[in-house]
């Protein structure tokens, strides 16, 4: 071969890893990797592009962001339209109603038999829950199915699964909620009790729960207490 053909071929391979290096620098980050690197320590579920050019929604959980890859910044907050309707309470709500329709609601304590469905997480320790377990006790017209979530008060399991291996859940239920010590004659949680709270914990996580009482009502999320408010989506 000659020296002018290996000339050639040499200048045409470092001509080819030019242009692929070239290539290879300009090829764009994806938004997702780009999140990942810039905020390694926040999970998130999906990322979409919303309306506005560069912004794309971020779901983790069941918080719903915003992130701008070009300035690696993360937005919160709600994105309204000239509707004044919020897109993004929008697409909480549909998240909402899916996690209402999928939840296992026979795995839940029911009591009453009333046709307005009412999904609650508790916690027997907490003031604000026993409150508005008192709420309900004086309506007939609802459906309560509970799932109990300790997060703030982790000694209520003993409680919990005390409730959940009652015969007359019920009723162990009031008297939990009504401040009242587990009977010295309980029996200890079996294991499948045990589990079956553990279930309901998982399931508060799944549906981004963060404090008690937490309340589903036609696909609307109530957190606390609010009376007024669950009387306004009750009525």
Do not use: W
């Given at each position: 071969?000659?020296?002018?053909?290996?000339?050639?071929?040499l200048f045409?391979v470092?001509v080819?890893?030019?242009?692929a290096?070239?290539?290879?620098?300009?090829?764009?980050?994806?938004?997702e990797?780009?999140?990942r690197?810039?905020?390694p320590?926040?999970?998130?579920?999906?990322?979409?592009?919303?309306e506005?050019?560069?912004l794309?929604?971020?779901?983790?959980?069941?918080?719903?962001?915003y992130?701008?890859?070009?300035?690696?910044?993360?937005?919160?907050?709600e994105?309204v339209?000239?509707d004044?309707?919020?897109?993004?309470?929008?697409r909480?709500g549909?998240?909402?109603?899916?996690?209402?329709?999928?939840?296992?609601?026979?795995?839940?304590?029911?009591?009453?038999d009333?046709?307005?469905v009412?999904i609650?997480?508790?916690?027997?320790?907490?003031?604000?829950?026993r409150?508005?377990?008192?709420?309900f006790?004086k309506?007939?017209?609802?459906?309560?199915y509970?799932?109990?979530?300790p997060?703030?008060?982790?000694?209520?399991?003993?409680?919990?699964?005390?409730?959940?291996?009652?015969e007359?859940?019920?009723?162990a239920?009031?008297?939990?909620?009504?401040?009242?010590?587990i009977?010295?004659n309980?029996?200890?949680?079996?294991?499948?009790?045990?589990?079956?709270?553990?279930?309901?914990?998982?399931?508060?996580r799944?549906?981004?729960?963060?404090?008690?009482?937490?309340?589903?009502?036609?696909?609307?999320?109530?957190v606390?207490?609010?009376l007024n408010?669950?009387?306004?989506?009750?009525?």
């Amino acid at each position: 071969m000659s020296f002018r053909r290996i000339f050639t071929t040499l200048f045409t391979v470092c001509v080819l890893f030019a242009l692929a290096a070239t290539a290879f620098a300009a090829a764009p980050v994806k938004p997702e990797d780009s999140f990942r690197n810039a905020f390694p320590q926040v999970p998130f579920d999906s990322m979409t592009p919303t309306e506005i050019p560069g912004l794309y929604e971020v779901i983790s959980g069941q918080r719903i962001f915003y992130y701008y890859p070009d300035k690696e910044l993360v937005v919160t907050g709600e994105i309204v339209g000239k509707d004044l309707k919020s897109r993004t309470a929008e697409r909480k709500g549909a998240m909402m109603a899916k996690v209402v329709k999928d939840m296992p609601l026979d795995k839940a304590l029911k009591i009453g038999d009333g046709k307005k469905v009412v999904i609650e997480f508790t916690d027997p320790d907490c003031p604000f829950c026993r409150r508005g377990a008192e709420y309900f006790t004086k309506r007939t017209d609802v459906t309560q199915y509970i799932f109990f979530a300790p997060l703030a008060h982790p000694g209520a399991i003993t409680k919990i699964e005390y409730i959940l291996s009652a015969e007359n859940k019920v009723q162990a239920y009031d008297a939990m909620m009504l401040g009242q010590e587990i009977p010295a004659n309980a029996k200890p949680a079996s294991p499948e009790i045990k589990r079956l709270a553990q279930e309901h914990m998982d399931l508060a996580r799944k549906a981004g729960v963060t404090g008690t009482p937490t309340f589903f009502i036609n696909g609307q999320m109530v957190v606390g207490a609010d009376l007024n408010r669950l009387d306004e989506l009750l009525k």
